[in-house]
């Protein structure tokens, strides 16, 4: 299984400002996915990244919104834009398996609370 | 109606007793069934998966998919107190899979 880390673990941030999520790999991988986690809910696809091209966003998820990078395969940025307290939540980085066993892993994830 | 549905509890039991979890689905599509345990503060881990009808058995966790039901279980035997975590099942047919909301489990001693 792949190891990921992500960074920061969690913070505090103000209306307005933006936030960017680390995401680094041990291992390249072809598809990274960006999960939001609120309270009491299932985990929501925001956009699949894929390197060297751009990030395909789910429904209801836009770029201006979620801007992502994938400058190479073991790593990925996710930015949370002009943030509002709505947007307080668990963001989860996650990689498919390599070894062909059709499901993905999860990052330890970043906790946001916006104020 | 949600594609997967899933008891958000929380089920709480004693040491030693036996857990079910359940989720049930609407789509027929999916052929790929998963199961994630997530601890406080955690990323989720993936703790089964399977892709066909019936058991499958890891430890002390057991698997079962019911397609005609549309209906997926994990059980856990001799549960222990490091077993308390959220539990979330998974199911897709594409890559993407939808996940349940997860029903939180509490062992007591």
């Known amino acids: 299984s792949a190891v990921i880390s992500q960074k920061p673990s969690r913070d505090i941030c103000q209306r307005g400002t933006s936030l960017t999520i680390q995401c680094q790999v041990d291992s390249q991988v072809t598809m990274m996915f960006w999960y939001r986690q609120q309270p009491g809910q299932s985990l929501t696809l925001i956009a699949t990244a894929n390197q060297g091209s751009e990030a395909t966003y789910e429904s209801g998820f836009v770029i201006d919104k979620f801007p992502i990078s994938r400058p190479n395969l073991t790593f990925s940025t996710l930015t949370v834009s002009n943030m509002s307290p709505e947007d307080s939540s668990i963001y989860l980085c996650?990689?498919?398996?390599?070894?062909?066993?059709?499901?993905?892993?999860f990052g330890p994830g970043t906790r946001l609370t916006v104020l | 109606q949600k594609e997967v549905e899933q008891d958000p509890g929380p089920l709480s039991v004693p040491e030693g007793a036996i857990v079910s979890l359940n989720c049930t689905y609407s789509n027929s599509a999916f052929q790929y069934f998963m199961w994630y345990r997530q601890y406080s503060r955690k990323g989720p881990e993936l703790l089964m998966y399977?892709?066909?009808?019936g058991n499958k058995e890891d430890g002390r966790f057991t698997a079962q998919v019911d397609k005609s039901s549309k209906y997926i279980s994990l059980f856990i035997r001799d549960s222990q107190p490091s077993d308390s975590a959220t539990y979330l099942c998974?199911?897709?047919?594409?890559?993407?899979?939808?996940f349940g909301r997860g029903t939180s489990l509490i062992v007591h001693p």
């Open positions: 996650s990689v498919e398996d390599q070894s062909g066993a059709d499901t993905q892993y």
């Open positions: 998974a199911m897709r047919s594409s890559y993407i899979p939808t």
């Open positions: 399977t892709y066909s009808s």
